[in-house]
C-alpha cells in the first residue's frame, strides 16, 4: 500500500550551520516521485523512490560546497520525518508538513 504523498513539503534540515528550510513539490508515479526542491541554495529538480510510506532521494547542493545529500524521510499523513546524510559530515535530522 502506497502512502499518500503527493503535494507540496514544507521542510526543515537541522544542519550544523543552522535550521536549513526546503520546500519540495513531489508528485509520484508508481514506485518513483519527481518533482521541484528550493531553499537557499536555489531551486532544483529531484527525482527518487517511493516505497510503502517512505521517500528515497539525492540531493545534489553546491552551497556550502559541492556535494551529493542522501535523503530518506518517512511520511506519516500530512508530516514527514527522516534524515539527511551528508557523507563524512554525518547525518541531520529532516522534518517537515505539507502544505
Do not use: H, Y
Not at 513539503?9 to 508515479?29: E, H
Amino acid at each position: 500500500m502506497m502512502a499518500d504523498v503527493d503535494g507540496t513539503w514544507n521542510c526543515t534540515v537541522k544542519s550544523p550551520l543552522g535550521d536549513q528550510r526546503l520546500t519540495m513539490t513531489i508528485a509520484t508515479s508508481g514506485t518513483s516521485f519527481s518533482g521541484q526542491a528550493g531553499g537557499a541554495m536555489g531551486s532544483m529538480p529531484i527525482e527518487g523512490s517511493v516505497a510503502g510510506d517512505v521517500l528515497k532521494w539525492k540531493l545534489s547542493i553546491t552551497v556550502p560546497m559541492p556535494m551529493t545529500l542522501d535523503c530518506e524521510a518517512t511520511v506519516s499523513g500530512d508530516s514527514l520525518a527522516g534524515e539527511v546524510g551528508a557523507g563524512g559530515f554525518g547525518s541531520f535530522a529532516l522534518s517537515g508538513t505539507r502544505g
